[in-house]
């Protein structure tokens, strides 16, 4: 029979002594940072509805994807500064992709049609930076990875808003729980279709009553899709176009998102704009991708990273590098084919203009002008760039709110 002796003084105050750091630990790590939106009843803990998943990456510091890939020139270190910062202060690890200047590109490298001139210096090396971080995520057979322009910002609740955006995937793309019969695998009928057999409807489905779905076993994002389009210039929702592949026309619709700007606050490049038109206020919807333009920001698998550099980087150079990844996820320009492409309307990453003159906005278009007094960021409530400063000093209120809703008398 073994007989236990009881503890001594030294082990008492050693075991003391470990609790104690284990709690100062606890409590440092939950009311410092922004990983989950930190401690407090603050306007950050109030916003998080749900409790953090004990295994969901999206909360980590590569948001649930491998890598997170910046791609901007290493001349413009005010940019690189900048995007340091913001990840600091939002628990984000980057990872910096030089760009690329046109002019160094050689003609014989960049893959031409017959009777097609060189496209613009600065169309040519954004068009190589992006190709430069696609082929490492092939080469380096990463499973998935983020890829941002350096002048991004994103909001403070980015991590909560790709929690819910991965709910809103799961729902379109991962095969259903229980079906109700052997012909129902997804609840978005138009998905994984055949066009031929494609049910000429739009399915609908309210962010509050998500069908349940399988775990996705790859990606917290689901397992099926190329290509995330998460920062754009606008988008559309996906309708049968002429001579273009039929896509997916399943949506999901988050209404009252607290994060979305009032509507007047809102724009697209793509016309009409039906998220404001067809919406009521402070609506952010997910689903299939068509007519993406600007890559501010989006995310693709392994999968897709090796189909977009076959299709983008292997065949004809004919337009800019957006307009390139629109005929990827859309498919019907020279043959090429669609692929599994989701988005958000307003997406999560806004180019910043900074203080400063308005010449210094890009490295590919002409951006002449004045000076700029205040710094801006489109269509992000929230700015991680514009509230710096109370990020550094630890607050988690009274933020700065881009787009305040007008106060009701």
Wanted: charged letters at 25%; hydrophobic letters at 35%; glycine letters at 8%.
């Amino acid at each position: 029979m073994i007989t236990r002796q009881p503890p001594t003084k030294v082990q008492i105050l050693v075991g003391a002594t470990l609790t104690s750091l284990l709690l100062l630990f606890f409590f440092h790590s939950s009311s410092s940072g922004l990983d989950g939106f930190g401690g407090g009843q603050s306007e950050l803990t109030q916003f998080v509805r749900k409790v953090k998943p004990p295994n969901s990456d999206i909360f980590n510091s590569t948001l649930g994807f491998e890598k997170i890939f910046v791609i901007g020139l290493p001349t413009r270190t005010d940019r690189r500064d900048g995007m340091i910062l913001q990840a600091a202060v939002t628990n984000i690890e980057l990872n910096f992709i030089d760009g690329v200047k046109g002019d160094t590109v050689p003609d014989k490298a960049i893959p031409i049609g017959k009777d097609q001139s060189r496209l613009k210096d600065a169309s040519i090396g954004s068009w190589r930076a992006h190709m430069n971080a696609v082929q490492e995520i092939v080469r380096r057979n990463l499973s998935s990875a983020l890829i941002l322009e350096d002048d991004v910002d994103w909001d403070i609740r980015l991590k909560q808003q790709l929690y819910d955006f991965s709910l809103a995937s799961r729902a379109l793309i991962q095969p259903l729980s229980s079906p109700s019969s052997s012909a129902e695998k997804y609840a978005d009928p138009t998905f994984n279709q055949p066009p031929d057999s494609m049910p000429n409807v739009i399915p609908t489905f309210k962010f509050d009553q998500l069908p349940s779905t399988i775990p996705p076993t790859d990606s917290p994002y689901g397992d099926d899709w190329d290509l995330l389009w998460l920062g754009h210039c606008g988008v559309t929702f996906p309708v049968d176009r002429p001579n273009q592949a039929k896509l997916p026309k399943g949506r999901v619709v988050r209404l009252d998102d607290v994060t979305v700007p009032p509507k007047n606050n809102l724009w697209s490049l793509n016309k009409p704009f039906t998220l404001v038109k067809d919406y009521p206020e402070h609506t952010r919807a997910i689903h299939h991708t068509q007519e993406g333009i600007c890559s501010p920001g989006y995310a693709i698998s392994q999968r897709g990273a090796r189909k977009l550099l076959y299709e983008v980087a292997l065949k004809e150079v004919t337009d800019a590098f957006d307009i390139l990844l629109r005929f990827f996820c859309d498919g019907g320009k020279a043959d090429r084919k669609a692929h599994k492409c989701l988005t958000v309307q307003p997406g999560y990453f806004q180019h910043h203009r900074a203080v400063g003159p308005t010449s210094h906005a890009g490295d590919i278009g002409n951006h002449k002008g004045k000076y700029r007094e205040k710094g801006l960021t489109d269509m992000i409530r929230w700015s991680v760039r514009l509230n710096l400063e109370a990020l550094m000093e630890g607050k988690t209120e009274g933020f700065v709110d881009q787009f305040p809703d007008k106060k009701k008398d």
